[in-house]
């Protein structure tokens, strides 16, 4: 089992910057592939970004150049460094988990790859 505790969320003006993160308990953290899951209201559920465990790392086209996932196995930690945010990044954001043996883009970008999700952490971009 793996736990994940994630944190970070807030309300942030349009061009702003935020940043999650999420704690990892239960299992060796750097066996682990790791993601960060959006939800925004009335729509489905889409992975963000992902960090293999070797540290390989894919980002959905709406949010690169803007965000940046990283890793510190010796902190079990998982961050998402969140800039130039637009009021269309506003979701839930969820830190998700794999222990999947293979681990390319396409499973690296479907959501329900993760069987491990943390509780959620809202983010609200609005002037």
């Known amino acids: 089992q793996v736990q994940l505790v994630d944190s970070g969320g807030g309300l942030v003006q349009p061009g702003g910057s935020l940043r999650l993160s999420c704690a990892a308990s239960?299992?060796?953290?750097?066996?682990?592939?790791m993601a960060w899951i959006r939800q925004a209201p009335g729509k489905g559920r889409v992975v963000v970004a992902a960090i293999s465990s070797s540290g390989v790392t894919y980002y959905r086209d709406a949010v690169k150049g803007r965000f940046t996932i990283s890793r510190d196995n010796t902190e079990n930690t998982v961050s998402l460094h969140m800039s130039s945010l637009k009021p269309e990044d506003t979701a839930a954001y969820y830190c998700?988990?794999?222990?999947?043996?293979?681990?390319?883009?396409?499973?690296?970008?479907?959501?329900?790859?993760?069987?491990?999700w943390g509780q959620g952490t809202q983010v609200t971009v609005s002037s």
């Open positions: 239960g299992r060796a953290f750097s066996s682990l592939h």
């Open positions: 998700a988990a794999s222990s999947a043996s293979l681990f390319d883009v396409l499973v690296a970008m479907e959501y329900s790859s993760y069987p491990y």
